[in-house]
């Protein structure tokens, strides 16, 4: 009951692990509804730009973040010793797959660990991180009941999936429906409780298990319907019929039908990754995740079909892939952010590497990328364009006009259509 009335009151003290783009968000918004909270991440540049008020997060702006660190509502630390003095822990650490595409789970187990050591009777713990269906009860629960506290009781214990957007405008941690499920009844209780003093719109589900495989199924769901329309753009370029026609033909029909576009690949920390969790738990069972895998093989064939569309592009134009410069526009995972995690602009740049291209690249969110050892800066599009053969359009940006500048491109292939009927000339399209 005292820890009811902390949430309602909202004297409870509210710690996030790991300050990314999930962790900081989430932890804002905690601190605007008006708890004390602490972040808690073992990069000491994200702890001391937090303390300074410096958001190194685009959706969150630095006049947003630094009023709430003055107030003292917002602090950051490397040091989860504090755990001890909280109230609530939500868990916002990174899960990625190994290059086996099993899950590591490296990051909640040590996030875990910690909490545990540091739990106390009255604790409200979260996990967020996208994982396998079981997660919750079969990896942490057994580590937290390790200090003879039982779940339900003494503590509680919940999953809530993340639905982090970045760069979206109309939907962010606010207004998104937060869903969460708790080991029993009351842990569902209190962790939507706790959601409900920030969030808009929280959906209590009937377990653990069910809110992770929410998260599945939402991503799973787009995953394999943008492998469905990469295959069909595949299809239509090999037969000579337009696919982006084909596609705002089909998107009349009001009933029946949602338009999915085709790209470069998959990108970002979400879609590329979370349906190979659910394939390697349904494996363990003895089951088959078809859909899941024939879509992941066709959507990462996609940045080879693009270079092959770069090189006969250039063959056109009497040049080769070997000794071309080539500049890329944009390389983070979608338009208008700074994220390039799984992005398929890194492998078109590999492959077009190989086959012997000279890469530059522009985005003006992405200063600076590592590719295979070495590290590339931003140029300035007008010096991009300057000696470029080939410019190759991978992540548009909706922020930035490039009428006028592209004209003076010599040959442009279009990844996404981003510059339909800009350059119609010059443009090479998927």
């Not at 822990?89 to 660990?113: G, H, Q, W, Y």
Request: charged share 20%; aromatic share 6%; proline share 5%.
């Amino acid at each position: 009951m005292e820890l009811r009335s902390k949430i309602l009151d909202r004297s409870a003290r509210v710690g996030v692990v790991g300050l990314g783009y999930v962790g900081l968000p989430l932890a804002v918004e905690f601190a605007r509804a008006g708890f004390t909270v602490t972040g808690i991440d073992l990069d000491q540049s994200k702890v001391a730009r937090v303390n300074g008020g410096d958001s190194y997060i685009g959706d969150i702006p630095s006049t947003v973040l630094g009023p709430l660190v003055a107030s003292g509502k917002l602090s950051a630390t490397s040091e989860f010793s504090v755990i001890a003095n909280l109230d609530t822990v939500n868990i916002c650490v990174p899960t990625p797959l190994r290059k086996t595409k099993d899950p590591d789970m490296s990051f909640i187990v040590a996030a875990s660990e910690q909490i545990a050591n540091h739990i106390h009777a009255g604790m409200l713990v979260i996990l967020e991180s996208t994982t396998y269906p079981g997660t919750t009860d079969e990896v942490v629960l057994p580590m937290l009941t390790q200090s003879g506290l039982r779940v339900g009781r003494d503590f509680f214990l919940c999953f809530s999936p993340e639905r982090v957007d970045p760069g979206n405008r109309k939907y962010q941690t606010a207004n998104i429906p937060k869903v969460v499920g708790g080991v029993t009844p009351e842990c569902t209780e209190h962790g939507r409780m706790l959601y409900a003093q920030a969030i808009e719109t929280v959906v209590p589900v009937s377990s653990t298990q069910v809110a992770e495989m929410v998260k599945l199924l939402e991503n799973t769901f787009r995953m394999i319907n943008i492998g469905l329309v990469n295959e069909i753009a595949m299809m239509c370029d090999g037969i000579g019929v337009n696919v982006w026609e084909v596609i705002d033909a089909a998107a009349t029909k009001p009933f029946g039908y949602m338009p999915f576009f085709p790209g470069p690949g998959l990108g970002g920390h979400c879609i590329p990754i979370d349906p190979f969790y659910l394939s390697w738990k349904t494996k363990q069972a003895g089951i088959e995740a078809r859909f899941i895998e024939l879509a992941g093989y066709i959507n990462s064939q996609m940045p080879h079909f693009v270079v092959d569309k770069i090189q006969n592009a250039l063959n056109d134009a009497g040049k080769p892939v070997k000794g071309s410069r080539i500049h890329i526009l944009g390389v983070a995972y979608k338009r208008d952010i700074d994220d390039v995690r799984e992005s398929p602009a890194l492998d078109i740049m590999l492959l077009l590497r190989k086959r012997g291209g000279l890469l530059s690249f522009t985005d003006s969110h992405v200063q600076d990328l590592k590719l295979d050892g070495e590290t590339l800066r931003s140029a300035a599009l007008e010096d991009g364009l300057r000696d470029a053969d080939c410019v190759v359009i991978v992540t548009d940006h909706s922020s930035v006009d490039y009428r006028g500048v592209l004209d003076r491109a010599r040959l442009i292939v279009d990844t996404r259509n981003a510059l339909k009927g800009m350059v119609s000339d010059k443009i090479v399209r998927l």
